[in-house]
């Protein structure tokens, strides 16, 4: 128990640390784990299958997880192989299923807590075994015969199944799982499909601990958990966090920022919400295209603020940037939509308003903080250019990294069928809806400079 806590430990650590910095603890702690003992070697890759489904006054738990990563599992082998004496390992099975498995999952109805679960079947499977295709499949084959003692496996190499019910009051209610299985590997990853009474299913895939899931959540529970997961990300992303940087130098002054600011965000909403709709190439490409051109458009802000240009019409070059970022934006809001139910709007704009909460709280401190710089530490147009070329030369590799890895991927001419024009057609409403935006942008924003202090705005350049 001692080794799964600390495991679990380990996995809810790598759960909450950024994407960037988490692969390099798993390199690190696969190197720890190889010195160790071959016998107790945490796996580096799980796969875990489970079905929800409520029935009756029960609520049914499917899983299917690789022996490979019951380590305190004490199965009953033979010969020198180590092959699964299938007869007498039924006592081993439980004892996996409830130490590392059920003990790991909290289930709810609503916000109280499923206590007590009843172990309905427990069942070794052979690798090559695909019984976990569909619910009714699956179901029926936890619930069919052992193995026969003739059959060699090597513990190792199979699969456990198990069935778990839960006491419920209704079926109809909204139910959420909370299962930390993150432990059983370096990298665990789940799929989870919750099984409505019309036989859909409502698919959920993540990797290690995720927290709390609702499996049919109420819009007020996905708006909130939207909402933190745009916030989370802007903070976290640090290419879009360079980009506003880049804003803030040469400017500084909330007013001066506010067109700039503003014309970024709803750029960035315009691709994100079309993103949701469908609207972007499925292309593999795609993406790596995408955060190349992220990267370019930090290195294109800091020379500007580097050559000193004027600043009067930034909001329209920051437009342009911004439909990317929100295509950037989109990337992790596509799987993250698994979580959302049947509240994809809701949701949608929940992720766009913590992404802004995000960015308003990065204004706030770092607007003072380049302020107090420029006026006591370094003179304004040589703080401005030796911050521009700091962030010019970050972003100058990242450029470069990412274009490499575009290029790499072999591009082909697309198919003329229906589809090609589909997306066309998409494209050019996309367009047409951006200059639309920005048309009525530039009125606006022309009466916002001309009713403002023009010393703070549009008509002075960047100068030492």
């Not at 990563?69 to 199965?75: D, G, I, S």
């Not at 002054?253 to 993103?275: G, Y």
Request: glycine share 8%; proline share 4%.
């Amino acid at each position: 128990m001692q080794n799964n806590k600390m495991r679990g430990v380990l996995a809810e650590f790598l759960g909450r640390m950024p994407r960037l910095f988490r692969w390099h603890w798993l390199v690190l702690m696969a190197l720890i784990c190889s010195a160790g003992a071959q016998a107790d070697e945490i796996p580096s890759r799980v796969a875990v299958q489970a079905y929800v489904k409520a029935e009756g006054d029960r609520l049914n738990l499917l899983m299917r997880v690789p022996m490979d990563a019951l380590l305190e599992a004490q199965f009953p082998l033979r010969g020198e192989i180590g092959y699964v004496i299938f007869s007498q390992a039924r006592g081993a099975m439980e004892d996996a299923a409830y130490n590392q498995l059920l003990q790991s999952i909290q289930m709810f109805e609503g916000d109280r807590l499923l206590e007590n679960p009843r172990l309905d079947a427990v069942r070794i499977s052979l690798p090559s075994n695909r019984n976990f295709v569909d619910y009714p499949t699956a179901m029926q084959a936890v619930q069919s015969a052992p193995l026969d003692d003739s059959v060699d496996l090597y513990y190792r190499q199979g699969f456990l199944d198990v069935l778990a019910s839960y006491p419920i009051e209704s079926e109809d209610s909204r139910f959420s799982i909370d299962a930390r299985l993150g432990g059983l590997g370096l990298e665990t990853t789940t799929v989870l499909r919750y099984v409505l009474d019309d036989g859909a299913e409502r698919s959920f895939s993540y990797i290690g601990n995720p927290g709390r899931v609702y499996l049919d959540p109420r819009w007020y529970q996905a708006t909130f958990n939207f909402i933190a997961l745009g916030f989370d990300h802007i903070l976290e992303g640090t290419d879009h966090l360079l980009f506003l940087f880049c804003l803030i130098i040469p400017l500084r002054r909330i007013r001066a920022l506010i067109p700039v600011v503003t014309s970024f965000t709803i750029a960035h909403s315009i691709t994100l919400i079309a993103s949701a709709l469908g609207w972007v190439p499925s292309a593999i490409w795609f993406p790596a295209l995408i955060e190349s051109l992220i990267a370019l458009s930090i290195v294109y802000m800091a020379f500007e603020n580097i050559i000193g240009v004027r600043q009067q019409h930034r909001w329209i070059v920051t437009f342009g940037f911004g439909l990317i970022h929100g295509f950037g934006f989109s990337f992790l809001l596509t799987e993250s939509m698994q979580f959302a139910g049947s509240h994809l709007l809701a949701s949608l704009l929940a992720f766009n308003i913590g992404v802004e909460l995000g960015q308003i709280l990065v204004l706030l401190i770092a607007v003072p903080v380049v302020h107090l710089l420029f006026k006591y530490v370094l003179p304004e147009r040589a703080g401005v250019i030796l911050l521009s070329a700091i962030l010019a030369h970050w972003a100058w590799h990242w450029m470069e990294e990412r274009f490499a890895g575009f290029f790499a991927y072999q591009l082909n001419m697309p198919a003329l069928d229906r589809y090609f024009f589909v997306g066309v057609l998409q494209w050019l409403a996309l367009l047409a809806l951006s200059l639309a935006v920005l048309w009525a942008m530039r009125g606006f924003f022309s009466r916002f400079v001309d009713a403002g202090d023009k010393q703070e705005m549009g008509e002075s350049r960047i100068v030492g």
